[in-house]
């Protein structure tokens, strides 16, 4: 005799609003290799950006990091006009990957 009840649930999370992408590849090595580094000038990139490039040209004898000034802020103001532009002024500073800092 089974007396396993069955009983629906609502996940509390709800639907996903954005279809999940899956990212590009990672470069298996930095060096040669150019960084944008993409903030959205909310919290403490100033403070971060810096320590994150001194660690990187630590670790790798020849990366080269394109600051964030470069692109933009990618949130409030001009956030729709920098974020269309990217692909573009991705390829126009011949960029290899991003880091990209969101605060709070």
Not at 54 to 59: N, W
Request: aromatic share 10%.
């Amino acid at each position: 005799m089974n007396t396993a009840e069955e009983f629906e649930a609502l996940w509390p999370g709800g639907v996903n609003a954005v279809p999940a992408v899956t990212p590009a590849p990672r470069p298996a090595d930095l060096n040669g290799k150019r960084i944008g580094f993409l903030w959205d000038y909310a919290f403490r990139g100033d403070e971060i950006f810096p320590m994150l490039e001194d660690s990187l040209t630590r670790a790798y004898d020849d990366v080269e990091i394109v600051g964030y000034d470069a692109f933009g802020s990618t949130f409030g103001g001009n956030e729709h006009e920098t974020l269309a532009a990217l692909p573009q002024r991705l390829k126009e500073l011949r960029i290899d990957a991003v880091v990209s800092g969101v605060g709070c």
